[in-house]
Every structure is written in C-alpha cells, then in structure tokens.
C-alpha cells in the first residue's frame, strides 16, 4: 500500500508532464499566429482567411491559457484498469497513436467522475480528486467505489449523496473574492445532469437559493459550446443576467473555462444604440411588461397612418396645380401595402407606389387632355419650363407643346418628378410617416391622444402613470417595447431594409429547402418512428440561411448587440423569474429555435412585471413543450441560516420545501434589534467588526431601499473602501447593497439591516427579504430597528 506522499509525487510526475505539453501546444499555436500575421497580405480571399485563422489560433490561445489554472483535477481507475485523467482541456499523445492524456472535462468519457457513486459505479473502482497550486500538486482526495479499493485515502460514503464531499466541501469553505469561481472540479451529480441536456427546446431550471443555478447555467454554456461547437459558434450563446453588477460577478466563468464566444448581456443591452441600465418604478415597470403593450404598440403604428376623410380630399398642390387624394384611392393604397405583410416601414413603399400612381395617372390625364384648357399662360410656361429641365419635351422650332407632352409623356420620369416634390412627400409623410422606433414610442409616452387612442384596455390611471413616468431617458423596461415597435416598423434607412428584406428571403428560402426535404420524407410505417430524424431536426431554416451568408469577422458578441435582428444559437437566462412578458417576446425573437436554458427560482421574484409560476411564463410562447429540471441542494447557505429563511419563504409560498443545505457553520445568526435612532451607530460598530472579522474574504451589508445613500455613507465613515451606489465593486472586502442588488451574489459574511422594512416595500418585498437572507456563505446579522424579526434566533 503506497502512501499519500508517493502518490502525491507520482501525480506530480504526471501533472508536470502535461503541464510539458500544455507549454508544447502554447508555443505551437503562438508561432503558428505570429507566421499568419507576417504572411503577406495577399488577395482580398487571402485576407479574409488570415483573419480567420488567426481569430481561431488567438482563441486556441486563450483556451489553453486558461487551462493552465487546474490543468488537471481528477483521475479515475476503471475496473478494467484503464486510467483517465481528467482536465479543462483534452490532451492528447502525438508519439503514441494520439492516446488520451488528459481528457476535457465536459468529453462523454469523463462524465462517471461526476455521476458515479458507491451504489451506481459505472464501472469506476476509485474516483480521485487532485489539487494543485501553481504546477504543483498539494494534495490528493479519493473516493473509493468499490470494496476492492483498500489504498484510498479516504472512502466514499455510500449513505452521501454527494460527489467528491471532501473537494466539495473544501471549496465551499474558502473565502468568496467578489468574483464567481468555475465548480468544474466538484459538479454533482444533479448539476451534472442539467449540464449536459441536450442543446434542442426549452429546459427550465428551477432551484432554491445557493444550489448552484448559476454556476450551472455558466458551465452548461461552456458544455455546449463544447459538444456543439460547429453550431454554436456562428451564432453564439446569449447569456442574460438581471444587473450590470452580476454580469461582472460572473463574467470570470466562462473564460476561465477557456470560452469566449458567449455574449453576457443584460436586457438593457439588447436594443443597438439604446444600452440603458435605469431601472424604471415598480408600477410603471409592471404596466410596460405587459403582454398588452406589443397590442398598444400595433394599434398606435395604426393610428399614425392618417386617411383623408370621406367627401374630404386631401389635395396636394405642385406648381400650383391641385391633385386632389380620396378617401377611396388612400384606402386602397394602404390595403395593398397591409396586404404584403411587411413591417410598416417595409410596407411604406408599397403604399408609396400606390399613391404615386394614382398621382401620376392625374397628372398623365392633365398633360395628354389639353393641358392647357385651364391652366394660365404662367403656369403653362412654368410646366414648360419644368418638363424641359427634365427634358421631357422635344426641343425644335416648331415644337407643339401640347403634341409634344402627349407623345413624350414618360411614367417613369413624371413620377420622379413629383416624388421630389415637397408638397407630395409631405402628404406621403402625413399618410404614412417612417417611423423609428424611438420616435413612436416616445410619441406614444406623451402624446395623450396616441396612448388613449391605443390604449383602451388600460384604466385611465395607467395611462397618466406612463405619461408621467416618461423623462426622455429610456429606462430597461423601454427595451423590450423599442423591440417589439421595431418588429414592427421594419428597418427605418434603406440600407438596413435593404439587408433585413435580404435576410427575410434567406431563411424563406432556406425554409422551403426544408420544407421540401421534410416533404419527401418516406411515410413508410417504419420510417415514421419518432426517433428518426429529419434534416429539420438537425438544421433550422436561420443556420441554414446562416451556411450561405457571408463571414462577418467581428465577434459574435459584438454583432449579436449591434444588430437587432440577430439571432442566438441557445439562450441562457439568469434569474429568469425576473423578466416580464414582454421581456420573454424580445428573448423569443433572438432564438427562433427556441433552444434555450432558464433557471431561477419563482420565490425571488422581486420585479413588479416578473412570473409567479414557470407555467404562465412560458405558455403563450411554447404551451408546454418544455422540460423542467430541479436542484435540490444548498451550496451556499449554512443550515443554521437557512433555518431563518425557511421561516420568510414559509410565508411567501406557504409548504414549499426549501432546498437542503450541505453543510453547517457552526454559527447561529445573530439578530439584534436596537432603538432606531441609534441604529446607524451601531451599524458602524458592526460593520467596522465584521470587516475585520472576514479577513479575507467578502462582507455585505444589504440595507432597505430608502435608507440606502444614508446608510452607505454611515459605513463609508466606518470602513475604508466600503463600495456602494449603483454598480458597486464587489471586490472590496465590504460593500452596501440593496436586497435587489444583492440577487445572484454571495458573502462569507451580512449584515441586514432593518428586515421588515424590506418586506414591506412592494408587492415583492418579502421574495426580496428572502433573497437577502440566503447571501452568507457563513455568518449572517440581523440588524433590527425595533421588534426582532422571528422568535428564537439566538
Ligand atoms: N458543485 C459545486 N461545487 C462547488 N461549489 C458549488 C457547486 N455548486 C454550487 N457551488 C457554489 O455555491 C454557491 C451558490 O451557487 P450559485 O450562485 O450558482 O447558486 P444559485 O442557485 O444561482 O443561487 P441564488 O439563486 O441564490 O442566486 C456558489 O459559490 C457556487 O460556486
């Protein structure tokens, strides 16, 4: 039996030899980029493919660099002898028939190191944790699997359902720094299984607090990007977090999972040239993210298309001549225009063709009657004079102004004529205006007329409270409406209708491929199983219009906000209980294939406009085609606190079970309560206390809404560098938080102020409370104003 120390060393001949090929591939991939970048320029096709090579060298490079922390972290010995070892990246042997050496982590062979246990091995006599610092390896953990295993160091217990406890708990343990770690070296088996479901639909992730959601959500992108590269990679993966502030907490994930080609966005981002991160009023917030908006959104497009009314002509006057519109000819220009379907800015110059024709017939009329019967010598001689700059009239001695119009009367040319004209572009505007999303929307906050036209199904309340909210700054809740309104307007310039028309026929036409193929499908009774899959199973119409598209050399996160027609590969939302309908209509339109991963948990829901259930969420865009997952355990929050917290979730959704934490601090929480004028006194105490106390690791203090700037500022005064406002650093050792702001983040240590003060403020206030308390990843004070928040809390 060898002891820990000679297995220590032996590993660390093994790591060091694969740290020697990580370098040996490093250098490689340097020396291969920097030959690309002296290759001449060459060809217009030579430098595209430069730049093609020498993005995917530079981002072989930064996944190979970011494997260099953790390289290798586990090994498992099957029955069978074989021997796996398990890392961020593969590594491969060149010299011996390209074998295996370190195998990446989300690669089917390595699953059993985070699936199999005791009972079900799969085959694996030992699972072994190895931990390094630097190149060098600390330290060994092994989890025997079967009774054959007399070495290990440690045994695994058949009663635990936990994978790898010892490396699990020993992570839990550290010291949060302001920054979300990668888990990749202690998944367990249930965020395993989340990890690795297929890329295909909806799956809906819903957990308590601390059980993993997030990291889950992150290390599921940077398996699917894995397993379905080719895919993903031209259309990339939106990950859609709720704040600035969490995108930052997490944004080290994925590249320090050695991914890059996910784009981390808020909602606020998703509209190009609006990036907003101001939050609107619960109330307003509520109104905007209703379903019923995309409806007041269509119905004022409506109403800003304006037809003259009936016996009442709108005349339009060139040079002096009145060619009177009706009401009949309008209608029937726009019935035209309706019925191409296109978006209104799209559909704008079927309208205009329409209505040019009917006045170009007039004037076709005037000129090839006798245009002269009614006219004076001086309009006749300014027509003249036009038609001539035009040339549209034969020069000549004998020239007979009125043959000559009747024979040269050109369509084309007379139409272009008056198309310049003001007078006609103005009728045109006024019928039917190009409008940006913008300007209808900004229309719609503060012209009383448009909203109370558009809105009946509104109280006249609501109306006044949208009205009054508008201040000209786009808030988040805006976002989702500017989307929908440019759904529906179409591009505005001519060049981006051009491309948005382009890429319209594309997918069509890639569509009808599809169709065609799913057509000649055989219908033979064997055929017909489910499980056979078809072209359209594995391509949607969009990849297959994207096969053809040109290759655009920009990052796909750079494209994907630039371009609002741009559409994700697979769609992760974070906190997803959080968004509103109208929020879920923008994110649906980014994913038509509807390959998307949701997780959140519906008892934190703290915005006014967020869901109550997964299943009235998700029913007017997908029924209930979508697949639910669970997680059930509590990495973060100690037993001891959570036992508070069960009491605050008791009382929002009355017999839900919270989620079982994996361990106890050993630390009850303390709860305080103290008069409230000295609160802020003994605020500073606690604070100046616990930021010592937390050595090095993070402390937040989460105050109620109102007293946040005050509150801040009495920390600020206890504790130098305490961060707080709107996007705080959370890598200071102390930082003031709002409960809203503190979603999705974690301490080891909090201290909440006043509980029931934020209880109390909104419709929400105890999902909020419910969010502050699970924060700590060790110690929590309750810092009370007057009554103590729960009996019993010593
Ligand atoms: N398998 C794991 N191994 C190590 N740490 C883990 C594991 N799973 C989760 N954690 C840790 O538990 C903590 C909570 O995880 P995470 O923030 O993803 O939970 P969450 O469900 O999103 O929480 P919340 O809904 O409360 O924001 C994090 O520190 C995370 O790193």
Known sequence: MSSESDEVSREQQYVSMLYGRLDGLRGRATAELSRVYVAGEGTAQNRVERDVSSRELGSRIVQLDAAEDGLCFGRLDLETGERRYIGRIGILDEDNDYEPLLIDWRAPASRAFYTATSAVPQGVRRRRHIHTRLRTVTGIDDDALSRGVLDATSAADSASPLVGEAALLAALASARTGRMRDVVETIQTEQDAVIRDELRGILVVQGGPGTGKTAVALHRAAYLLYTHRERLARRGVLIVGPNPTFLRYISHVLPALGETSAALLTVGDLFPGVSTRKAEGPRVAEIKGRTVMAEIIETAIGSLRRMPEEGEPLNVVVDGVGYPLDRQACLRAQEKALESEEPHNLARPVFVDAIMDTLVDQAAERLTRDPFDDLTGEVVAA?????????????????????????????????????????????????????????????????????????????????????????????????????????????????????????????????????????????????????????????????????????????????????????????????????????????????????????????????????????????????????????????RTPREIMDLAAEVLERIAPGTRPPASVRESGIKPRQESVAAEELPARLAELAREQDEAVGEGRLAVIVPDERAAELAQTVAAAVRGAASGEEPDLEQRTVVLTARQSKGLEFDSVILVDPEAIAENGARGLNDLYVALTRATRDLVVLEPELPLCEGVG
């Open 383 to 635: 027509i003249s004079k036009d038609l001539q700059e035009h040339g549209l009239v034969l020069d000549g001695e004998d020239a007979d102004l009125n043959e000559s119009l009747k024979r040269t009367v050109d369509r084309g040319e007379l139409r272009r004529s008056l198309e310049q004209e003001p007078a006609v572009q103005a009728a045109l505007t006024w019928m039917w205006p190009e409008l940006t999303p913008q300007r209808l929307l900004t229309e719609l906050l503060t012209a009383p007329y448009l909203l109370d036209e558009s809105a009946p199904g509104l109280t006249e309340e609501e109306r006044t409270a949208l009205r009054e909210a508008y201040t000209g700054e786009w808030t988040v809740a805006d976002v989702p409406l500017l989307d929908e309104a440019a759904e529906l307007l179409g591009a505005f310039d001519s060049e981006r209708a051009a491309r948005e028309l382009r890429r319209r026929k594309e997918i069509a036409y890639a569509q009808g491929v599809l169709d065609i193929m799913v057509g000649s499908r055989s219908t033979d009774e064997e055929d017909s199983r489910e499980e056979i899959i078809s072209a359209a199973d594995i391509i949607n119409a969009e990849e297959l219009a994207d096969l053809q598209a040109e290759k655009d050399l920009r990052t796909i996160a750079e494209r994907a906000t630039a371009d609002r027609t741009w559409t994700f590969g697979h769609i992760i939302v974070d906190e997803a209980q959080e968004l509103s309908a109208m929020a879920w209509r923008l994110l649906m339109r980014r994913c038509p294939s509807r390959s998307m991963t949701l997780v959140g948990d519906v008892a934190q829901t703290g915005d006014a406009a967020g869901a109550d259930s997964w299943r009235g969420m998700l029913e007017p865009f997908v029924g209930d085609r979508w697949r639910a997952a669970e997680l059930t355990v509590n990495y």
